[in-house]
């Protein structure tokens, strides 16, 4: 089985310190298992049979294996993975869309798995909004009442949620549009109107499933920046999955790769980059520029009592590029600095090793 890297145990969850909220989701040891006698796949000899021979054996498909981890409050949690990967069936266990076969599920600590339908209507409706690839939009409703939708479900009266709708129709870009039909308006647009009318209900997480794929790449574009603008201006928390890796790395905060159901690995888009876990990872990531992903944490050097002072000073979250032309533009080390206190020192030698996969000394790193 896949090793599964967190950042703490299954059954040791992080306990917020004073002040801190705690997890949004919080999932621990969570199977989706497909087939007859599902039920009896999690913990039996069968659980650590490859895919293949865990059908050919037991008639079962495990879409989702043993996956533990925890959404932040105001953090874009990336899930990708390549096709049949067990992602989109993740995302839809974390509403029950889809009932997990076992393990453990919470949102702000409730037990979802204990939730009766009511409770679960609840959480669809007000506090995890989904957004599909294929829009589901309402074809003979107009991009206003469209959006409107789910606060007409929710009960709110109409002249109430045309003025919500209208707000959020504003937020993202439909300004204009209101009274067109889905079939009157290009991919984008119609993406927009989805996105709209997830936002419409205010939500506390957005779960988007694949959202961008169908989408050409210029309009793919314009909606990733969409997203990275409403999360700068609202800081809402978001699951995002996608097979595309650049799509991870320019939205997520941290990014789960999946493979076969289970987590490969675990990180944010520099720990992914920079020290891929296995072969699997470190062939998805081969041809992403390092420079545009790793940050001058990971190339500085101590500095010496001369290097403590002078020189340019750079946040520890700069990119090696960005630190490159900075040390271009001196012909000298430029200082990594965070509140006031050098961390560390950049040359031209420590910038490109780590552009070159080395580790300051010339060996390749892990």
């Not at 090793?3 to 306990?15: A, M, Q, R, S, Y």
């Not at 917020?16 to 039996?44: Q, T």
């Amino acid at each position: 089985m896949a090793t599964t890297l967190v950042p703490e145990t299954p059954d040791t969850p992080k306990i917020p310190e004073s002040g801190e909220r705690a997890p949004v989701f919080s999932v621990r040891d969570l199977w989706k298992v497909f087939g007859p006698k599902a039920e009896r796949i999690p913990g039996s000899a069968e659980a650590e049979l490859p895919a293949g021979e865990l059908r050919a054996r037991t008639g079962c498909t495990a879409a989702v294996r043993e996956v533990s981890f925890d959404v932040q409050p105001g953090e874009v949690f990336v899930v990708m993975g390549l096709s049949g990967s067990g992602k989109s069936t993740l995302v839809r266990c974390l509403t029950r869309l889809i009932e997990p076969t076992s393990g453990t599920l919470k949102i702000d600590g409730e037990d979802v798995l204990a939730m009766d339908k009511a409770r679960l209507r609840d959480l669809r409706r007000h506090r995890a909004a989904m957004v599909f690839q294929h829009f589901g939009l309402l074809p003979h409703r107009s991009v206003i009442d469209n959006v409107a939708y789910g606060l007409e479900i929710q009960g709110m009266g109409k002249a109430e949620r045309r003025a919500k709708a209208a707000e959020v129709v504003e937020k993202v870009g439909l300004t204009g549009l209101e009274r067109r039909r889905p079939g009157q308006l290009s991919g984008g647009q119609q993406q927009r109107v989805g996105l709209a009318r997830a936002l419409a209900v205010d939500p506390e997480v957005l779960l988007f499933d694949e959202p961008f794929s169908a989408l050409d790449p210029l309009i793919r574009r314009d909606m990733q920046e969409e997203v990275i603008r409403l999360h700068h201006d609202e800081g809402r928390t978001m699951v995002f999955i996608t097979h595309d890796l650049s799509e991870a790395l320019r939205l997520g905060d941290r990014i789960m790769l999946m493979r076969d159901g289970g987590i490969v690995q675990l990180g944010t888009p520099e720990e992914i980059v920079g020290s891929p876990a296995d072969d699997y990872v470190r062939d998805f990531v081969r041809d992403v520029p390092r420079e545009q992903v790793l940050t001058v944490r990971r190339a500085m050097r101590p500095a010496t009592s001369d290097e403590q002072d002078g020189g340019p000073a750079l946040a520890p979250g700069t990119t090696v590029a960005d630190a490159i032309e900075a040390v271009a533009r001196t012909g000298g080390p430029a200082r990594v600095v965070d509140d006031g206190r050098c961390l560390g020192v950049v040359d031209h030698a420590c910038l490109l090793s780590v552009v070159a996969g080395l580790d300051g000394k010339g060996v390749a790193a892990a």
